[in-house]
């Protein structure tokens, strides 16, 4: 076994480790953790596939954005940790089911393969990047399944600012229409008093008095 395929097989574990972790964690927060383990894990593999373009986009625009932001909204939602909002048992049979219909069809693809698809003519290095021709798949030929994914995006941030601003008897909130309005009278109360004379100033008058 060369050091490649050793690196595989390390990545692929630690992957499915991380990717196991991500549906068992009862701490959100630990989950996104593993969750952005699975990732680092998955461009590893980008890299030993000579991906490079992906590995390294996975790396910047999931690890360094996407999950950055997942993390700050799991920790800004204030998810209660208690036992009995965890229904993992209750749902395992329909996660199950669809888990097993996703690995049937992967299966049967894998097995059956792709016959219609023509391979492509090898080219040279430096005549074509990964990142050239990437770019031009993505917007020549999945053009609608990139603009979908992005107003699929663009509607998971809609839902998790929602979600975020929501009303909670524990969060604090200003209205600015009150601050604009505001006056000095508002805020400011001046009450006369008499003057009178502190402890120390009475002693100190007592004792001139007395030397007098």
Sequence with gaps: ?????GFFYLFAAVMLFAAYRV???RNPVHAVLFLM????????????LKAEFLGLTLVLVYLGAVMVLFLFVVMMLDIKL?????GFWQNFPLAATLGALVAAELIAVLWVGFPNMVAPVAVQAAE???TKALGTLMYTEYLYPVEIA??????????????????????????PGLQVRVR???RLVVVPMAATKTHAAASAVAAEEGKA
Aim: net charge neutral; proline share 0%; no cysteine.
């Design 1 to 5: 076994m060369d050091y490649q395929t």
């Design 82 to 86: 208690d036992g009995d909002r965890w």
């Design 37 to 48: 383990l699975a990732f680092s894990q998955a461009s590893g593999l980008w890299l030993l």
């Design 184 to 186: 000095a009278s508002d």
């Design 150 to 175: 992005a107003v699929i995006l663009l509607v998971a941030m809609f839902a998790a600012i929602a979600l975020t601003l929501r009303k909670r008897k524990d969060s604090k909130a200003i209205d």
């Design 23 to 25: 549906i068992t964690a």
């Design 128 to 130: 074509v990047s990964n």
